[in-house]
Every structure is written in structure tokens, then in C-alpha cells.
């Protein structure tokens, strides 16, 4: 029952609060022209008719058949109006900005359920993320995400490679692995992930 006008007004209403998080990144778009319910599609390369006035960002990518996929970058009102008016209701943005590509701004904890787990069981595993940040002297910033799941944000100093961030989110995942093994899980094979939270720490690298 909701229209375009109302998804604009919503996005103009709380630009405030968003544009901070999109600015200067550039932008995976989940675009779902037909609305939630209908089919929808990921769109990494800003649409042949976007408007001159809108930033690009060129990333290396073994994605693209030229080697770089040339993201659009959300950084005022004008730009989130115009992305939101081609159906992107889901906004994605890199780990990192534009002028510096190769280091993320924060690494991140993505704790995805597998049924027949319960979100009490995710929020058991947040907090293992915590104490064990409590100890290194870190602070997360826990969103939900999907249905169920938790994504934990670690702001960190720049100039860390992804290889690092993700080496280290490896490590506590593990050491927290082996301190609840009942609830959860770093295995790779899907079937092997019932019933635990599983800990990705893979998502930490450039262009997720």
C-alpha cells in the first residue's frame, strides 16, 4: 500500500540520520523496482543515466570484464532522492571510502542464525563479542540485520588492510567458538551450521 511518494518522503525525512553512514562510500544498490514483494536485483555500476552531478568511485574488481566497477556515491539529499526514485530500497555501503579504498573505517561481527535457532541465542553470542571486546579496550556498535541476525561495528584508527580486520574478526570468532562450541559455529559448509549462530568474519574484505 505504500507509493514511490511515500518511500521518498521517508528517505527525505530521515536523510539526516543516513547520509553520514553513505558518504563518500560507494553504493551497492538492491534495487526492487516492483516493490518489497516483487523481484528485485544488485547494482554495483551506477546506471548509465545517472546524472553528471553525482560522484563515481572507481574500485578494482575481478567482478567487472574491465577490471573496475564504477560505484555512485550517496553524499546529499539530492543523490539519496535520486537512488531511492530507482527503487533501491536497500542501501549497501563499502567498508571504506573512496580516498581510502584499501583500509575499512571499522571492522564488523555478522552473526547469522541458523534455524532452529532463537534470537536469544544471537543475543548470547553478542555478548561474547563484547566481553571479548571489553578486553581488547574496544567498543561495538551492535545493528540487527536480515530477519534475525546481528551485525557488531568496531570502529577502528585507518590504516589497517582487510586482510587484517579480517584475520583479527577470524580470531576472536574462533576463541569465542571455542568457548560456546554448543552455540555456535565458523564452519563453511552450510549444512553443518544448524541450529548455531555462525560468526562470518569473511565479510570484512573490499567490495562486500
Not at 33 to 60: L, Q
Amino acid at each position: 500500500g505504500f507509493t514511490k511518494g511515500d518511500l521518498l518522503a521517508y528517505y527525505y525525512n530521515a536523510a539526516e540520520l543516513i547520509l553520514p553512514h553513505l558518504r563518500e562510500r560507494p553504493l551497492t544498490m538492491k534495487r526492487m523496482p516492483d516493490g518489497i514483494s516483487g523481484p528485485f536485483f544488485y547494482e554495483k555500476t551506477a546506471p548509465s543515466h545517472t546524472p553528471d552531478w553525482i560522484p563515481r568511485c572507481p574500485v578494482r574488481s575481478d567482478e567487472s570484464k574491465d577490471g573496475v566497477i564504477g560505484y555512485l556515491m550517496v553524499n546529499d539529499l539530492a543523490t539519496l532522492l535520486f537512488v531511492a526514485n530507482l527503487g533501491c530500497i536497500e542501501m549497501h555501503p563499502l567498508h571504506s571510502r573512496c580516498s581510502t579504498i584499501e583500509t575499512p573505517d571499522y571492522l564488523f561481527f555478522d552473526l547469522d542464525p541458523f534455524p532452529p535457532i532463537t534470537f536469544d541465542d544471537v543475543l548470547a553470542v553478542a555478548m561474547h563479542v563484547r566481553t571479548a571486546l571489553d578486553a581488547l579496550g574496544l567498543v561495538g556498535y551492535p545493528k540487527t540485520s536480515g530477519a534475525t541476525g546481528m551485525q557488531i561495528y568496531v570502529p577502528i584508527e585507518p590504516g589497517w588492510s582487510y586482510d587484517r580486520v579480517r584475520g583479527f574478526v577470524g580470531s576472536v570468532g574462533r576463541m569465542i567458538n571455542r568457548a560456546d562450541p554448543g552455540r555456535t559455529t565458523m564452519e563453511w559448509q552450510v549444512s553443518r551450521r544448524e541450529g548455531k549462530v555462525f560468526i562470518d568474519h569473511n565479510m570484512n574484505r573490499l567490495g562486500a
